[in-house]
């Protein structure tokens, strides 16, 4: 589910399937997958049977070319299929999913909550345990909690996560205090490795450019050296440049015109040129006319786009299809 479509065709999929075989494939996804494909699912009203069936077409060939669907996680969803498919629907799903293993505690509770719960949550808890709770987090979803909290705050916070070196199962019992089961089970005292500039670095790609802006401000004013360290770590959209034109098109195939044409309205010359020569004459010429045509997009949307396409990059480096980095640098798989 790596763009608007894919998660489209996914919520078709679901809903073709039924509630046990939905079930049986949900229970694989994490919760941020699961929270798109809900918010899909719930915004879909009659759909045509020609979709459907050009779904479960397109469906059926990606099977058969596949050994396996990759599906590894050991996540249960959880309140988005409520927003998805209402009250009585989720509970009956979730029952068939969940079996008996009872309900998520602590931190996993957390992964599962919208944003604005979790910083309503924890903001009243020391900087130090909120840090240390949101390194546990995705970090677009740590970054949406850290939206809610003051300028301070989300500075302080910020700060605490770049010089955290990781967590003490001393201090995970003291999470366990504050958020009734932070993790579950015991394992050995063994310090955890958690935190530190590539964490910072991870959240502050996914902030807007004012709360960046200020954070990097507040990093540099108690230590330039982690400051730049974390500023080495992030990638930003313009980091593009350094990417190898193989790369490119390879990004190319998984982001969506519509978004493209958004993404590139906030990027300089250089940029928008290394993207068109990697696409075909023709594609390169409508996008440059999509471009000119285009009205007025608002600062936000442009970001928004930006993270997107930015997320699926990542994506793409953690798959090992290509390398972030210096320059010239790739590898492929």
């Known amino acids: 589910m790596s763009d608007n479509n894919g998660v489209t065709n996914a919520a078709v999929l679901m809903l073709a399937l039924g509630e046990e075989g939905a079930a049986e494939v ?3 996804l ?3 997958e699961v929270q798109k494909l809900g918010e899909a699912m719930t915004s879909m009203k009659a759909i045509p049977q020609e979709q459907v ?4 077409a397109t469906f059926n060939e990606v099977a058969d070319q596949s050994s396996t669907l990759g599906l590894d996680s050991d996540e249960y969803i959880r309140s988005v299929l409520t927003k998805a498919l209402g009250d009585d629907k989720a509970s009956s799903l979730l029952n068939r999913i969940l079996g008996g293993t009872g309900d998520a505690s602590g931190i996993e509770s957390l992964k599962w909550m919208d944003a604005e719960s979790v910083a309503d949550l924890i903001h009243n808890e020391h900087p130090q345990t909120i840090a240390t709770i949101l390194v546990h987090l995705e970090a677009d979803h740590a970054c949406q909690i850290l939206d809610y909290f003051t300028e301070r705050l989300r500075n ?6 770049a010089t ?7 201090a995970l019992r003291e999470l366990n205090d504050v958020l009734s089961k932070l993790l579950s089970g015991g394992g050995a005292a063994k310090k955890q490795s958690m935190g530190g500039t590539r964490v910072a670095a991870d959240i502050l790609n ?4 004012s709360n960046e802006a200020s954070a990097m401000e507040y990093l540099k004013s108690y230590d330039p050296d982690m400051a730049q360290k974390i500023m080495d770590e992030m990638f930003v959209f313009e980091n593009i440049l350094d990417i190898e034109d193989r790369g490119i098109q390879l ?3 998984e982001v969506q015109s519509e978004s493209l044409i958004i993404a590139l309205k906030g990027a300089n010359e250089e940029l928008r040129e290394k993207i068109f020569k990697n696409m075909s004459q023709r594609a390169a010429e409508m996008m440059r006319e999509d471009l000119e045509s285009k009205g007025p997009v608002k600062l936000s ?4 786009q930006q993270r997107e396409i930015l997320t699926i990059i990542r994506r793409l480096a953690d798959e090992g299809q290509l390398t972030l980095g210096a320059k010239g640098e790739e590898a492929y798989v």
């Open 251 to 253: 990004i190319l195939r």
């Open 53 to 56: 069936e050009q779904v479960l």
């Open 206 to 209: 996914y902030m807007s450019g």
């Open 164 to 170: 955290l070196s990781g967590v003490q199962p001393a």
């Open 30 to 32: 994490g919760p941020r």
């Open 301 to 304: 949307e442009v970001e928004a």
């Open 26 to 28: 949900m229970k694989f």
């Open 156 to 161: 302080d916070v910020l700060l605490r996560i």
